[in-house]
Protein backbone atom coordinates (compact mmCIF):
# COMPACT_ATOMS: atom_id res chain seq x y z
CA UNK A 1 0.00 0.00 0.00
CA UNK A 2 1.30 3.25 -1.06
CA UNK A 3 0.53 6.27 1.53
CA UNK A 4 2.81 8.78 -0.82
CA UNK A 5 1.10 11.44 -2.19
CA UNK A 6 1.81 12.29 -6.16
CA UNK A 7 4.09 16.15 -6.64
CA UNK A 8 0.45 17.20 -8.36
CA UNK A 9 -1.71 16.63 -5.53
CA UNK A 10 0.83 18.18 -3.14
CA UNK A 11 0.79 21.29 -5.33
CA UNK A 12 -3.07 21.35 -5.34
CA UNK A 13 -2.84 20.49 -1.30
CA UNK A 14 -0.45 23.58 -1.14
CA UNK A 15 -2.38 26.19 -3.27
CA UNK A 16 -5.67 24.96 -1.22
CA UNK A 17 -3.78 25.78 1.91
CA UNK A 18 -2.54 28.84 0.50
CA UNK A 19 -5.65 29.98 -0.41
CA UNK A 20 -7.29 29.07 2.99
CA UNK A 21 -4.80 31.07 4.76
CA UNK A 22 -4.40 34.20 2.84
CA UNK A 23 -7.94 34.48 0.94
CA UNK A 24 -10.85 32.66 3.77
CA UNK A 25 -8.99 33.41 6.63
CA UNK A 26 -9.05 37.01 6.88
CA UNK A 27 -12.88 38.04 7.44
CA UNK A 28 -14.12 34.65 8.35
CA UNK A 29 -15.13 35.73 11.81
CA UNK A 30 -16.76 38.41 9.84
CA UNK A 31 -18.49 36.30 7.98
CA UNK A 32 -19.87 34.17 10.56
CA UNK A 33 -21.18 36.91 12.66
CA UNK A 34 -23.43 38.80 9.92
CA UNK A 35 -23.91 35.55 7.97
CA UNK A 36 -22.66 36.69 4.89
CA UNK A 37 -22.04 34.22 2.04
CA UNK A 38 -18.24 34.38 0.74
CA UNK A 39 -19.14 35.70 -2.84
CA UNK A 40 -15.76 36.98 -3.86
CA UNK A 41 -13.86 34.20 -2.52
CA UNK A 42 -15.96 31.23 -4.23
CA UNK A 43 -15.72 33.55 -7.65
CA UNK A 44 -11.89 32.75 -7.31
CA UNK A 45 -12.42 29.39 -6.33
CA UNK A 46 -13.87 28.73 -9.37
CA UNK A 47 -10.93 30.49 -11.08
CA UNK A 48 -8.79 28.22 -9.44
CA UNK A 49 -10.77 25.30 -10.84
CA UNK A 50 -11.95 24.17 -7.31
CA UNK A 51 -15.81 24.01 -8.28
CA UNK A 52 -15.40 21.44 -11.01
CA UNK A 53 -12.53 19.48 -9.76
CA UNK A 54 -13.15 15.89 -11.02
CA UNK A 55 -15.04 17.06 -14.39
CA UNK A 56 -13.73 16.18 -17.75
CA UNK A 57 -11.61 19.39 -19.52
CA UNK A 58 -14.14 18.78 -22.17
CA UNK A 59 -16.96 20.37 -20.11
CA UNK A 60 -15.07 22.77 -18.66
CA UNK A 61 -13.65 20.56 -15.45
CA UNK A 62 -10.54 20.98 -14.03
CA UNK A 63 -10.25 16.61 -14.61
CA UNK A 64 -8.34 15.51 -11.48
CA UNK A 65 -9.03 13.01 -8.90
CA UNK A 66 -11.05 12.33 -6.01
CA UNK A 67 -8.47 12.00 -3.77
CA UNK A 68 -6.84 15.55 -5.12
CA UNK A 69 -10.63 16.92 -4.04
CA UNK A 70 -10.70 15.94 -0.24
CA UNK A 71 -6.95 16.78 0.00
CA UNK A 72 -8.84 20.62 -1.37
CA UNK A 73 -11.87 20.21 1.12
CA UNK A 74 -9.68 20.02 3.92
CA UNK A 75 -7.56 22.57 3.35
CA UNK A 76 -10.30 25.06 2.82
CA UNK A 77 -12.74 23.48 5.68
CA UNK A 78 -9.40 23.96 8.36
CA UNK A 79 -10.36 27.82 7.55
CA UNK A 80 -13.80 28.32 6.25
CA UNK A 81 -16.57 25.38 6.37
CA UNK A 82 -19.00 27.94 4.97
CA UNK A 83 -16.77 27.85 1.78
CA UNK A 84 -16.14 24.58 1.78
CA UNK A 85 -19.53 23.12 1.70
CA UNK A 86 -20.12 25.47 -1.47
CA UNK A 87 -16.88 23.25 -3.31
CA UNK A 88 -18.78 20.21 -1.91
CA UNK A 89 -22.34 20.79 -2.78
CA UNK A 90 -20.72 21.83 -6.40
CA UNK A 91 -18.75 19.07 -7.42
CA UNK A 92 -19.71 16.21 -5.61
CA UNK A 93 -23.79 16.70 -5.97
CA UNK A 94 -24.10 18.98 -8.95
CA UNK A 95 -21.73 18.70 -10.97
CA UNK A 96 -20.53 14.68 -10.43
CA UNK A 97 -24.57 14.27 -10.98
CA UNK A 98 -24.65 15.79 -14.19
CA UNK A 99 -21.47 14.35 -15.97
CA UNK A 100 -22.41 10.79 -15.00
CA UNK A 101 -26.39 10.62 -15.72
CA UNK A 102 -26.54 13.95 -17.44
CA UNK A 103 -27.33 14.00 -21.31
CA UNK A 104 -25.24 15.71 -23.60
CA UNK A 105 -27.30 18.95 -23.92
CA UNK A 106 -27.27 19.19 -20.03
CA UNK A 107 -24.10 18.60 -19.98
CA UNK A 108 -23.20 21.59 -22.74
CA UNK A 109 -25.95 23.93 -21.16
CA UNK A 110 -25.34 23.33 -17.47
CA UNK A 111 -22.77 21.51 -16.76
CA UNK A 112 -19.76 23.60 -18.36
CA UNK A 113 -20.68 26.78 -16.44
CA UNK A 114 -20.75 24.76 -13.20
CA UNK A 115 -17.33 23.39 -13.68
CA UNK A 116 -15.73 25.99 -15.02
CA UNK A 117 -16.84 28.14 -11.87
CA UNK A 118 -19.29 30.44 -13.84
CA UNK A 119 -22.21 29.42 -11.88
CA UNK A 120 -23.04 27.46 -8.64
CA UNK A 121 -25.27 25.13 -8.46
CA UNK A 122 -27.89 23.47 -5.49
CA UNK A 123 -29.25 19.70 -5.08
CA UNK A 124 -32.77 19.69 -3.98
CA UNK A 125 -33.44 17.01 -2.64
CA UNK A 126 -34.54 17.48 1.41
CA UNK A 127 -38.06 18.34 2.31
CA UNK A 128 -39.87 19.82 5.60
CA UNK A 129 -41.13 15.81 5.53
CA UNK A 130 -38.36 13.60 3.66
CA UNK A 131 -34.91 15.15 4.61
CA UNK A 132 -32.96 11.52 5.10
CA UNK A 133 -36.40 9.62 3.63
CA UNK A 134 -35.52 10.26 0.14
CA UNK A 135 -38.37 7.95 -0.81
CA UNK A 136 -40.95 10.08 0.85
CA UNK A 137 -40.49 13.16 -1.47
CA UNK A 138 -43.60 15.34 -1.44
CA UNK A 139 -42.60 17.76 -4.16
CA UNK A 140 -44.64 16.70 -7.52
CA UNK A 141 -43.85 16.91 -11.15
CA UNK A 142 -47.07 16.06 -12.75
CA UNK A 143 -46.51 15.22 -16.45
CA UNK A 144 -48.01 17.02 -19.03
CA UNK A 145 -46.91 15.69 -22.44
CA UNK A 146 -44.33 18.61 -23.72
CA UNK A 147 -43.26 19.93 -20.51
CA UNK A 148 -43.48 18.45 -16.09
CA UNK A 149 -45.73 20.82 -13.79
CA UNK A 150 -43.45 21.36 -10.81
CA UNK A 151 -45.02 21.80 -7.18
CA UNK A 152 -44.10 21.62 -3.52
CA UNK A 153 -40.98 22.74 -1.70
CA UNK A 154 -37.48 21.69 -0.35
CA UNK A 155 -35.54 22.91 2.34
CA UNK A 156 -32.17 23.48 4.12
CA UNK A 157 -31.02 23.71 0.26
CA UNK A 158 -26.76 25.00 0.33
CA UNK A 159 -26.43 27.93 -2.22
CA UNK A 160 -30.34 28.30 -2.21
CA UNK A 161 -30.17 31.89 -3.33
CA UNK A 162 -26.83 31.87 -4.78
CA UNK A 163 -27.00 29.01 -7.57
CA UNK A 164 -27.83 29.34 -11.12
CA UNK A 165 -28.67 25.85 -11.30
CA UNK A 166 -30.62 23.51 -8.85
CA UNK A 167 -30.87 19.46 -9.69
CA UNK A 168 -34.41 18.72 -8.09
CA UNK A 169 -35.94 15.46 -6.93
CA UNK A 170 -39.48 15.07 -7.61
CA UNK A 171 -42.30 12.04 -7.46
CA UNK A 172 -43.75 11.98 -11.11
CA UNK A 173 -45.76 8.35 -10.60
CA UNK A 174 -46.74 8.03 -6.15
CA UNK A 175 -48.14 4.51 -7.41
CA UNK A 176 -44.52 3.40 -8.52
CA UNK A 177 -43.18 4.83 -4.88
CA UNK A 178 -39.34 5.15 -5.00
CA UNK A 179 -39.48 4.00 -8.58
CA UNK A 180 -41.65 6.90 -9.44
CA UNK A 181 -39.13 9.67 -8.52
CA UNK A 182 -37.38 11.99 -11.04
CA UNK A 183 -34.30 14.43 -11.24
CA UNK A 184 -34.92 17.68 -12.90
CA UNK A 185 -32.93 20.57 -13.61
CA UNK A 186 -34.54 23.76 -12.69
CA UNK A 187 -33.35 27.20 -13.35
CA UNK A 188 -33.20 30.39 -11.40
CA UNK A 189 -35.78 32.73 -12.84
CA UNK A 190 -38.44 30.53 -13.75
CA UNK A 191 -41.82 31.32 -13.44
CA UNK A 192 -43.25 30.11 -10.62
CA UNK A 193 -40.14 29.42 -8.33
CA UNK A 194 -39.57 31.50 -4.89
CA UNK A 195 -37.24 31.30 -2.74
CA UNK A 196 -38.02 31.78 1.10
CA UNK A 197 -35.64 33.57 3.72
CA UNK A 198 -31.66 32.71 4.62
CA UNK A 199 -31.96 30.15 7.51
CA UNK A 200 -30.15 31.15 11.18
CA UNK A 201 -28.12 28.61 11.96
CA UNK A 202 -25.45 27.38 14.39
CA UNK A 203 -22.87 26.51 12.15
CA UNK A 204 -21.48 27.04 8.81
CA UNK A 205 -23.11 30.62 8.74
CA UNK A 206 -21.58 31.87 5.86
CA UNK A 207 -23.21 29.48 4.07
CA UNK A 208 -26.34 30.24 2.22
CA UNK A 209 -29.33 27.76 3.10
CA UNK A 210 -33.01 28.68 1.95
CA UNK A 211 -36.31 26.58 1.70
CA UNK A 212 -37.45 26.51 -2.01
CA UNK A 213 -40.61 26.98 -3.15
CA UNK A 214 -42.25 25.61 -6.31
CA UNK A 215 -45.55 26.60 -7.53
CA UNK A 216 -46.80 25.25 -11.04
CA UNK A 217 -42.97 25.60 -12.30
CA UNK A 218 -42.87 24.51 -16.15
CA UNK A 219 -40.05 21.84 -16.28
CA UNK A 220 -39.18 21.01 -20.58
CA UNK A 221 -38.58 17.53 -20.77
CA UNK A 222 -35.35 17.65 -21.92
CA UNK A 223 -34.44 19.32 -18.49
CA UNK A 224 -35.43 15.72 -16.58
CA UNK A 225 -31.76 13.42 -15.77
CA UNK A 226 -31.88 10.34 -17.23
CA UNK A 227 -34.98 7.67 -18.07
CA UNK A 228 -38.72 7.71 -16.50
CA UNK A 229 -38.45 6.70 -12.60
CA UNK A 230 -34.50 6.96 -12.60
CA UNK A 231 -34.25 10.25 -9.64
CA UNK A 232 -34.34 7.87 -6.56
CA UNK A 233 -31.08 5.85 -8.37
CA UNK A 234 -29.71 9.30 -9.82
CA UNK A 235 -30.00 10.85 -6.00
CA UNK A 236 -28.17 7.60 -3.55
CA UNK A 237 -25.66 7.21 -6.52
CA UNK A 238 -25.28 11.29 -6.00
CA UNK A 239 -25.56 11.19 -2.52
CA UNK A 240 -22.86 8.32 -2.21
CA UNK A 241 -19.72 10.51 -3.61
CA UNK A 242 -21.38 13.47 -1.23
CA UNK A 243 -20.34 11.73 1.70
CA UNK A 244 -16.92 11.35 0.85
CA UNK A 245 -16.70 15.37 0.43
CA UNK A 246 -18.28 15.85 3.57
CA UNK A 247 -16.38 13.40 5.48
CA UNK A 248 -13.40 15.23 4.15
CA UNK A 249 -15.16 18.38 5.31
CA UNK A 250 -15.31 16.94 8.71
CA UNK A 251 -11.54 16.27 8.62
CA UNK A 252 -10.31 19.24 8.17
CA UNK A 253 -12.64 20.87 10.32
CA UNK A 254 -11.14 18.45 13.13
CA UNK A 255 -7.58 19.01 11.60
CA UNK A 256 -8.12 22.96 12.04
CA UNK A 257 -8.90 23.32 15.24
CA UNK A 258 -6.36 20.46 16.36
CA UNK A 259 -3.45 22.66 14.69
CA UNK A 260 -4.93 25.69 16.94
CA UNK A 261 -5.07 23.53 19.70
CA UNK A 262 -1.27 22.53 19.36
CA UNK A 263 0.27 26.30 18.49
CA UNK A 264 -1.84 27.60 21.52
CA UNK A 265 -0.65 24.90 23.68
CA UNK A 266 2.99 25.72 22.91
CA UNK A 267 2.87 29.17 23.40
CA UNK A 268 0.42 29.52 26.84
CA UNK A 269 2.35 29.04 30.28
CA UNK A 270 1.55 27.98 33.27
CA UNK A 271 3.04 26.99 36.01
CA UNK A 272 6.68 28.11 34.68
CA UNK A 273 6.15 26.35 31.79
CA UNK A 274 4.30 25.37 28.45
CA UNK A 275 0.78 23.71 28.99
CA UNK A 276 1.45 21.84 25.65
CA UNK A 277 4.28 20.61 28.61
CA UNK A 278 1.95 19.21 31.11
CA UNK A 279 0.78 15.64 30.71
CA UNK A 280 -3.06 16.51 30.94
CA UNK A 281 -2.81 19.07 27.76
CA UNK A 282 0.09 16.47 26.24
CA UNK A 283 -2.38 13.74 26.72
CA UNK A 284 -5.32 15.25 25.02
CA UNK A 285 -3.08 16.90 21.78
CA UNK A 286 -1.74 12.80 21.42
CA UNK A 287 -5.68 11.64 21.04
CA UNK A 288 -6.55 14.20 18.96
CA UNK A 289 -3.81 14.14 16.50
CA UNK A 290 -4.50 10.28 16.31
CA UNK A 291 -7.95 10.25 16.12
CA UNK A 292 -7.50 12.86 12.90
CA UNK A 293 -4.69 10.42 11.36
CA UNK A 294 -7.99 7.65 11.06
CA UNK A 295 -10.45 9.83 9.89
CA UNK A 296 -7.69 10.89 7.46
CA UNK A 297 -7.24 7.44 6.16
CA UNK A 298 -10.57 6.67 6.40
CA UNK A 299 -11.58 9.38 3.45
CA UNK A 300 -8.44 9.17 1.57
CA UNK A 301 -9.46 5.54 1.02
CA UNK A 302 -12.96 6.38 0.47
CA UNK A 303 -11.67 8.60 -2.65
CA UNK A 304 -9.34 6.31 -3.53
CA UNK A 305 -11.25 3.88 -4.35
CA UNK A 306 -13.53 6.10 -6.31
CA UNK A 307 -10.97 7.05 -8.17
CA UNK A 308 -9.72 3.33 -9.14
CA UNK A 309 -13.63 2.49 -9.81
CA UNK A 310 -14.14 0.21 -7.52
CA UNK A 311 -17.52 0.44 -4.77
CA UNK A 312 -16.94 2.97 -2.46
CA UNK A 313 -20.54 2.58 -0.39
CA UNK A 314 -18.94 1.27 2.50
CA UNK A 315 -15.60 3.06 2.65
CA UNK A 316 -17.35 6.21 2.37
CA UNK A 317 -20.31 6.05 4.68
CA UNK A 318 -17.48 4.69 7.39
CA UNK A 319 -15.67 7.71 6.64
CA UNK A 320 -18.24 10.23 6.87
CA UNK A 321 -19.50 8.54 10.28
CA UNK A 322 -15.82 8.33 12.25
CA UNK A 323 -14.89 11.49 10.71
CA UNK A 324 -18.49 13.62 11.78
CA UNK A 325 -17.41 11.98 14.71
CA UNK A 326 -13.41 13.13 15.31
CA UNK A 327 -14.75 16.88 14.04
CA UNK A 328 -16.84 17.13 17.14
CA UNK A 329 -15.22 15.27 19.93
CA UNK A 330 -11.78 17.43 18.77
CA UNK A 331 -13.32 21.13 18.24
CA UNK A 332 -14.29 20.01 21.83
CA UNK A 333 -11.23 19.42 23.29
CA UNK A 334 -10.05 22.64 21.33
CA UNK A 335 -11.82 25.02 22.87
CA UNK A 336 -11.05 23.14 26.64
CA UNK A 337 -7.30 23.01 25.56
CA UNK A 338 -7.81 27.25 24.98
CA UNK A 339 -9.76 27.31 28.39
CA UNK A 340 -11.88 30.68 28.35
CA UNK A 341 -9.84 31.89 25.12
CA UNK A 342 -11.64 29.29 23.33
CA UNK A 343 -14.95 30.78 24.36
CA UNK A 344 -13.67 33.45 22.23
CA UNK A 345 -14.29 34.57 18.48
CA UNK A 346 -10.91 35.86 17.76
CA UNK A 347 -9.51 32.07 18.46
CA UNK A 348 -11.42 30.70 16.00
CA UNK A 349 -11.79 26.91 17.70
CA UNK A 350 -15.39 27.96 18.98
CA UNK A 351 -16.39 28.48 15.45
CA UNK A 352 -15.26 25.42 14.57
CA UNK A 353 -16.64 23.65 17.27
CA UNK A 354 -20.25 25.18 15.89
CA UNK A 355 -19.10 24.16 12.04
CA UNK A 356 -18.49 20.82 13.29
CA UNK A 357 -22.24 19.37 14.38
CA UNK A 358 -23.76 20.06 10.95
CA UNK A 359 -21.10 17.39 9.26
CA UNK A 360 -22.88 14.75 11.70
CA UNK A 361 -26.74 15.75 9.65
CA UNK A 362 -26.70 16.67 6.66
CA UNK A 363 -25.54 14.29 3.60
CA UNK A 364 -27.33 11.58 5.57
CA UNK A 365 -27.09 11.90 9.62
CA UNK A 366 -25.07 9.40 11.74
CA UNK A 367 -27.70 7.42 11.79
CA UNK A 368 -27.96 6.80 8.41
CA UNK A 369 -24.94 5.88 8.35
CA UNK A 370 -25.01 3.08 10.45
CA UNK A 371 -28.16 1.75 8.82
CA UNK A 372 -26.03 1.84 5.15
CA UNK A 373 -22.57 0.44 7.15
CA UNK A 374 -24.64 -2.32 8.85
CA UNK A 375 -26.34 -3.30 6.03
CA UNK A 376 -23.13 -3.38 3.44
CA UNK A 377 -21.27 -5.43 6.35
CA UNK A 378 -24.29 -8.06 6.74
CA UNK A 379 -24.78 -8.53 3.19
Not at 58 to 87: I, N, T
Not at 215 to 239: C, H, Q, S, W, Y
Not at 313 to 324: D, E, Q, R
Request: charged share 25%; proline share 2%; with cysteine.
Amino acid sequence: MLFQLSEEQLMIQQAARDFAQHELKPGVIERDEHQKFPAEQVKKLGELGFLGMMVSEKFGGSGLDAVSYVLVMEELSKVDASASVVVSVNNSLVCYGLEAYGSEFQKEKYLTPLASGQQIGAFCLSEPEAGSDATSQQTTAEDKGDYYLLNGTKNWITNGSTASTYLVIAQTHPDLKHKGINAFIVEKGMEGFTIGPKENKMGIRGSDTHSLMFNDVKIPKENRIGEDGFGFKFAMKTLEGGRIGIAAQALGIAAGAYELALDYAKQRKSFGKPIAEHQAIAFKLADMATSIEAARMLVYKAAWLKDQGLPYTLAGSMAKLYASKVAMDVTVEAVQVHGGYGFVKEYHVERLMRDAKITQIYEGTSEIQQMVISREILR
